[in-house]
């Protein structure tokens, strides 16, 4: 797919009705980026993660970057609703809030959470990632504030092993590694939280997400398949940390490991 | 849509087979409200908030008022089941207990929760009212019982930003607002909650929702999109301040604002 | 509907497969008992009320009554798998456990839940009756059994209003009205919880449900619709008096009546 | 339906592409193990047992073994994806970690599970063999943690007749009987917990299923329909457990046996 040149010069308004690129997001592939990120939105609102038009999903393929819009409800999208723009452009533009869209739905806005998604896309090279409001992560940092906590912790659990190793390693975490999730404090406006994400992958560069306080997570991975994996085995962890901490058990434990005796 | 004029002079009862209008709610457009109405509900019966009949919902589309009946199981309800009133012919009307129907469904008897949806019309010019048993809406009223309060509040969770400012202001609350809901008392009969809930709309002139104790909620908007979107967001919220007061987590905090260092 | 003779003879064995009377279970309309216990059981079966083969469904239309087999994956269940058998029969057989079916599926074994539906539909003269393993159901068993208590007792409460007022008796239930369903102990036989489930019958003339101690509920209804609607109403109130109790909260309480103001 | 011949001579490679015997996993029929391990795996993504491309399930037929391959997402799983291998043929090997593959997917990798799935097949002679990683299973193996056990013990629920007595026994177990399921501790390498999972079926004869502490659970049965009922009869069990933890009822109890009185 060769995407086509920016249709409006840089400025950030939609481009006209007739060069709107509309065929970036016409495709009968169930896997087309356009009618993927719906699928998988329709999926999340059955799991409580975009309730409300909250949190949603965008896909990196080479250049092109698609997105939902803001204030959609993420079970109805249409891949008529995507935007679609050049990841290359806008690293060459000089401001960083005026952004170049190939293509642009007509009745939307485009979402807060667009340098959000950039930020994966351009620092870690995602090719997808997620935002939930899930309240599990929600819990999860208000358990953590509680405890004056920056990172969410947790070891010696099967499903860590869902989580690579980190940004440009090979394998997955084991399970008696300690996954380690840095959490970011919120802002009034979503798009403020950039900075904040930017600075936590640095600080923490083998990490695949990064949890918001009182809003939710961001995560990514390098292709959807990885992302919604990883997006998958968190909430699982977050759901499985707040019934512990219901229960009195801690998150992080010291597990002899188990060794096989067996010589085969 | 030109609404016809009222079939049956202002009686309450039911108008006559061949005079029924029930053209009204034919319609082969799943956006039309005699369908919509049906699909709503069937998505909510599986969120749990019209179980065993309870619950339901009503959108306005200028003057005509489609609503679901009474006991009507709220998965399985059909476009002939909707009644369709005037509401212009209802404010007419010296009985505000005899209401004109342009459109009944010919076996069954009208919501009591008719007079409360026409209150979001008539008072707030709501398109959509929606009336959940939600049990996350009713353990937060008897939550707030025990603490003899009338008034749900909540503040710092991103979800909140999923209300508007109030009835004729544009934008939406912030993450820093505090999202406050009226609680009325539940009565026996529940077209007699229609006094309680005006009131609670004039002390709360921005409220977009009343809990009703040991009952529910009425949630409405300017559109069924929003009317929609405030409940999701509203249900994510009470469903989260459960599960906080389990942790012993505060509903009301002190958050710093955190500022963007960044000039762009 | 006419019911065709009894093809054999009082014995509890299936009839032969050419007189087994399989045009019982065979009609296009999904209205038809045979199709409707499958259907049921399957959305039952998304709730949790069925889970691994447990609980089931019957349905009487006059003198004929379906019911599902025993031990058959409740969301997967056919048309063909349904026994039918006649009321009348039953009642004249002097072997109250050597049961008469019109119709019998070749490679099932009869439900042990059969005498109990049986009980529902010739003490009460319902039209159908649910049993579900709800693990809502057997938590409020436990909570009662630990305060030796055989009475689940909630008021003031809005889904209340779900409920008949009793057998033979028109109109529901009231909100400030206390609910009261009646515990059995649990046999080691499902067959033998029959004369407790008729005893409770007896003591509690006006109940539609009665709780099963460490097993589960069994609810009925004048036909299909009641006993859904007062089976999903229950199941509602089991699960808020479950987190009433985690939080607290007591399940019978003094509610002062709020009485409307307005004169109409 | 008749194996052919391994076509790899023991060598753990898949097949070359012209010999791959994709026969095996083509057919028409939704009762075929490589059309039903998929159905399964979505039904179980559902209910939260193979989040994140974690647990999955293994049917035998005869000889021949269905198998899911590695971090495949479940619900999405297509009969194309499904390895097949000969049991016959893993017993004459030497190497029991070389297995011979009669048909592989092409772009996977053979699960962790295989081994794990294969104890299950010929010891115990299972049908079908179920690994999830439900969060009730890991949160009771974490619970048991707390008071150094290694065995769960609960008895006196109807839930419990959903098992079978044992390995070639016939009947279930009875409403009374204590259920038993034991723990393994967790080993850094799946294939490694499989001697500790054979070691606790020769110390359990009669158990259909494993706990693996802060990992999930092993469900086997003589067929798909035994070891579904099981695999939902325990996590139904488990769920109750902990709810019961929270409620502050004990697992294990003295019920007096209800006997019937009446003489039939």
């Given amino acids: 797919m060769t995407p086509p040149p920016p249709s409006n010069g840089g400025a950030a308004q939609p481009a006209s009705d007739d060069n709107n690129n509309d065929h970036l997001v016409q ?21 409580g993660w975009v309730t409300g038009t909250g949190g949603g999903a965008s896909i990196r393929d080479d250049d092109l ?24 452009a806008q690293a060459k533009s000089l401001d960083r809030r005026s952004r170049v869209y190939l293509r642009s739905p007509p009745q939307y806005k485009p979402s807060q959470c667009t340098p959000l998604f950039l930020a994966a896309f351009t620092k870690r090279g995602a090719g997808c ?8 992560a929600v819990l999860v940092t208000l358990i953590l504030e509680q405890q004056n906590s920056r990172e969410f912790r947790i070891n010696n659990i099967e499903q860590i092993k869902g989580f690579g ?10 399970y008696h590694d300690t996954l380690v999730i840095p959490v970011i404090e919120n802002t ?14 640095d600080k923490y560069p083998d990490t695949y997400a990064v949890l918001v306080r009182r809003h939710g997570v961001y ?35 010291e597990v002899e490991p188990t060794v096989p005796r067996r010589q085969d």
Same sequence: chains 1, 2, 3, 4.
């Fill in 27 to 47: 495709s009968e592939d169930p896997e087309h980026p356009a009618n993927l990120i719906p699928s998988l939105c329709a999926k999340f609102w059955t799991l």
């Fill in 65 to 88: 970057v698609y997105i939902a819009p803001s204030g959609v409800q993420k079970e109805l999208m249409k891949s008529s609703d995507i935007y679609v723009l050049s990841l290359a």
């Fill in 129 to 136: 990632c997620i935002h939930t409001h899930s309240h599990w």
């Fill in 165 to 174: 190793n980190g940004f440009q390693k090979s394998g997955n975490l084991g």
């Fill in 188 to 201: 009034a406006h979503e798009e403020d939280l950039t900075e904040f994400l930017e600075e936590a992958m």
């Fill in 219 to 253: 995560v990514w991975g390098d292709n959807v398949h990885k992302a919604k994996t990883q997006c998958e085995s968190l909430d699982y962890l977050f759901q499985l940390a707040v019934e512990m901490k219901q229960l009195g058990l801690p998150w992080i434990s």
